[in-house]
């Protein structure tokens, strides 16, 4: 079904009784050429790429709950490319183009707002490393600006510039930033990839991988077993546990990341800002509330919720920024499971067993990567060869002493 | 969280610095052969588990003393704190 102003003219006046379901629920096939596991945004992601970019027939999207129940949906929905390391910055800024595009690509409204993403630094040191920061963006093809502090008052005059211990300097503001209804994503990839013939199969859990001398032929699920030429993961905090039925290690720790929403306010927050002293992230949503965020709790966890501690924390970041939000009261908080890699960075590789495909490791910045992160991996399953833009993000890179570890902080996941 | 300090009793996990599997306390040795690749795997690699997780925590805002926590990472249930010292001695000893 294609989405236009016609059509909602014409079911409005209809009683908008013509709609169709926005993707069907079909028969599991017993052979696809390609399985993708996570009916997540880069899974869905990945399935819409291989259909369109790739010309890949018969796919499947296996998912063991509902699609977009994961972290697609449990971010607080900021795109930007504003990385240090190349290897990453070339990477999320091809993301970035893809998002400008995405809405016509799918034919979804996905509320690609680029409202600006601002990140406010407190010292020379920082303004320096934040002009870095901006100089790679430009190398890289990026728009970056270096506010000054006249500059940011008159987009947020009601920031704490004058904080006894983090004064505010200035900023590095990227324009081209912004937000995205994040559902909304899912719901469009998984639209536009049922449009081009992708099978997407909900409540459908892979149990086992079927393994025959080195090569990886079909999965075991909870509907029976299903054989494909290529199977690509794509389960973000669950990768250990999927890929620990392959036998294999992966170099993650799974982490909970908790995020907030307030109450709904009279419009005040136009872009994203972050706190550079400590960890806090807040835009505004359309509708209202302010969405906001921090660090992970810490510890390794599957509970998709987290520790008081960390929410105390994270209000305490966001009332050093901005005093004024300390009246607004707390809507809901909730937490999703972050595959922290051992360097910060994520992995778009093949595995040692044959078919088997691997894409994991977007620690906490996997939403804004959800397009680049499906083109690159429908690129390496269509392929068979890394894409230009994820060729650095190899699974054994540890091993060969490559790592693009963009904070510098080595093997430890909970500091990425 | 409350972690039931051996030592000191229940405190807030918020005291901790969490360092992360316990496999961590079996240093490879340098000189063998495949030192290399274990070195690898040590560093690198983690079992990851949904579920029963021996864990090293760090009090760093109390005694400074390094644990082994035995944790439920799908509920966050504890059911053992025990001093990395003690824990150490007693790897060789039995079979977890």
Same mark, same amino acid.
């Given at each position: 079904m294609y989405y236009n102003v016609f059509k909602i003219l014409k079911e409005g006046l209809n009683d908008n009784k013509g709609w169709k379901k926005t993707w069907k629920n079909p028969e599991i096939k017993k052979k696809y050429d390609v399985i993708i596991i996570g009916g997540g945004g880069h899974g869905l992601a990945t399935a819409f790429y291989l259909a369109k970019e790739f010309k890949i027939k018969n796919i499947a999207v296996l998912e063991k709950n509902w699609i977009g129940g994961g972290n697609v949906g449990r971010n607080t929905t900021i795109i930007r490319s504003n990385y240090l390391l190349n290897e990453n910055e070339a990477f999320y800024e091809f993301s970035l183009k893809l998002w400008e595009t995405l809405e016509n690509q799918i034919n979804y409204n996905a509320m690609v707002s680029q409202r600006g993403v601002l990140n406010v630094f407190h010292s020379d040191a920082q303004r320096d490393s934040f002009v870095r920061r901006g100089n790679s963006m430009i190398i890289n093809g990026a728009d970056a600006e270096l506010f000054d502090v006249d500059k940011i008052?008159?987009?947020? *005059? /009601?920031? %704490?510039?004058d904080n006894a211990r983090f004064p505010i300097k200035g900023g590095l503001f990227q324009k081209r930033g912004g937000s995205v209804r994040h559902d909304a994503v899912a719901w469009g990839y998984a639209h536009a990839a049922d449009e081009l013939g992708v099978d997407i199969i909900q409540n459908c859990e892979v149990t086992g991988f079927k393994i025959k001398s080195g090569t990886c032929i079909g999965v075991e699920t909870n509907k029976? %077993?299903? #054989?494909? =030429?290529?199977?690509?993961c794509a389960v973000a905090g669950s990768s250990s546990v999927l890929m620990s039925k392959a036998n294999m290690n992966l170099p993650l720790e799974s982490h909970v990341l908790q995020a907030f929403v307030s109450e709904s306010l009279k419009p005040f927050i136009p872009g994203v800002i972050t706190f550079g002293a400590g960890h806090f992230y807040i835009s505004q949503s359309d509708k209202g509330g302010l969405v906001f965020g921090g660090d992970i709790d810490g510890y390794n966890s599957y509970a998709q919720r987290g520790g008081m501690d960390m929410l105390e924390d994270v209000c305490e970041g966001g009332l050093a920024?901005? *005093?004024t939000i300390g009246k607004a009261r707390l809507l809901r908080m909730w937490g999703g499971i972050m595959d922290m890699s051992m360097d910060g960075s994520?992995?778009?590789d093949k595995t040692h067993i044959k078919g088997l495909y691997l894409n994991a490791g977007w620690c906490y910045g996997g939403f804004k990567?959800? *397009?680049a992160s499906g083109w690159c991996f429908a690129h390496l #399953?269509?392929?068979g060869d890394s894409h230009s833009l994820s060729e650095n993000f190899q699974l054994d890179r540890f091993k060969n002493g490559y790592m693009i570890d963009e904070k510098g902080q080595g093997a430890q996941p909970n500091l990425h | 969280m409350i972690i039931d300090h051996p030592l000191l009793g229940p405190r807030d996990a918020s005291e901790f610095i969490y360092l992360g599997d316990a496999s961590l306390l079996n240093r490879p040795k340098w000189d063998e052969e495949k030192s290399e690749n274990n070195f690898y795997k040590y560093l690198y690699l983690r079992e990851n588990v949904a579920g029963m997780h021996k864990e090293l925590w760090f009090h760093q805002q109390g005694d400074r003393s390094?644990?082994?926590i035995s944790r439920n990472t799908v509920t966050h249930e504890i059911f053992k704190?025990?001093?990395?010292?003690? /824990?150490?001695? =007693?790897?060789g000893k039995s079979n977890d």
């Amino acid at each position: 079904m294609y989405y236009n102003v016609f059509k909602i003219l014409k079911e409005g006046l209809n009683d908008n009784k013509g709609w169709k379901k926005t993707w069907k629920n079909p028969e599991i096939k017993k052979k696809y050429d390609v399985i993708i596991i996570g009916g997540g945004g880069h899974g869905l992601a990945t399935a819409f790429y291989l259909a369109k970019e790739f010309k890949i027939k018969n796919i499947a999207v296996l998912e063991k709950n509902w699609i977009g129940g994961g972290n697609v949906g449990r971010n607080t929905t900021i795109i930007r490319s504003n990385y240090l390391l190349n290897e990453n910055e070339a990477f999320y800024e091809f993301s970035l183009k893809l998002w400008e595009t995405l809405e016509n690509q799918i034919n979804y409204n996905a509320m690609v707002s680029q409202r600006g993403v601002l990140n406010v630094f407190h010292s020379d040191a920082q303004r320096d490393s934040f002009v870095r920061r901006g100089n790679s963006m430009i190398i890289n093809g990026a728009d970056a600006e270096l506010f000054d502090v006249d500059k940011i008052k008159s987009i947020y *005059p /009601f920031l %704490d510039y004058d904080n006894a211990r983090f004064p505010i300097k200035g900023g590095l503001f990227q324009k081209r930033g912004g937000s995205v209804r994040h559902d909304a994503v899912a719901w469009g990839y998984a639209h536009a990839a049922d449009e081009l013939g992708v099978d997407i199969i909900q409540n459908c859990e892979v149990t086992g991988f079927k393994i025959k001398s080195g090569t990886c032929i079909g999965v075991e699920t909870n509907k029976g %077993d299903i #054989l494909a =030429n290529k199977i690509g993961c794509a389960v973000a905090g669950s990768s250990s546990v999927l890929m620990s039925k392959a036998n294999m290690n992966l170099p993650l720790e799974s982490h909970v990341l908790q995020a907030f929403v307030s109450e709904s306010l009279k419009p005040f927050i136009p872009g994203v800002i972050t706190f550079g002293a400590g960890h806090f992230y807040i835009s505004q949503s359309d509708k209202g509330g302010l969405v906001f965020g921090g660090d992970i709790d810490g510890y390794n966890s599957y509970a998709q919720r987290g520790g008081m501690d960390m929410l105390e924390d994270v209000c305490e970041g966001g009332l050093a920024l901005m *005093p004024t939000i300390g009246k607004a009261r707390l809507l809901r908080m909730w937490g999703g499971i972050m595959d922290m890699s051992m360097d910060g960075s994520p992995i778009i590789d093949k595995t040692h067993i044959k078919g088997l495909y691997l894409n994991a490791g977007w620690c906490y910045g996997g939403f804004k990567a959800t *397009p680049a992160s499906g083109w690159c991996f429908a690129h390496l #399953l269509a392929k068979g060869d890394s894409h230009s833009l994820s060729e650095n993000f190899q699974l054994d890179r540890f091993k060969n002493g490559y790592m693009i570890d963009e904070k510098g902080q080595g093997a430890q996941p909970n500091l990425h | 969280m409350i972690i039931d300090h051996p030592l000191l009793g229940p405190r807030d996990a918020s005291e901790f610095i969490y360092l992360g599997d316990a496999s961590l306390l079996n240093r490879p040795k340098w000189d063998e052969e495949k030192s290399e690749n274990n070195f690898y795997k040590y560093l690198y690699l983690r079992e990851n588990v949904a579920g029963m997780h021996k864990e090293l925590w760090f009090h760093q805002q109390g005694d400074r003393s390094w644990l082994v926590i035995s944790r439920n990472t799908v509920t966050h249930e504890i059911f053992k704190v025990e001093l990395a010292t003690e /824990f150490k001695k =007693n790897m060789g000893k039995s079979n977890d």
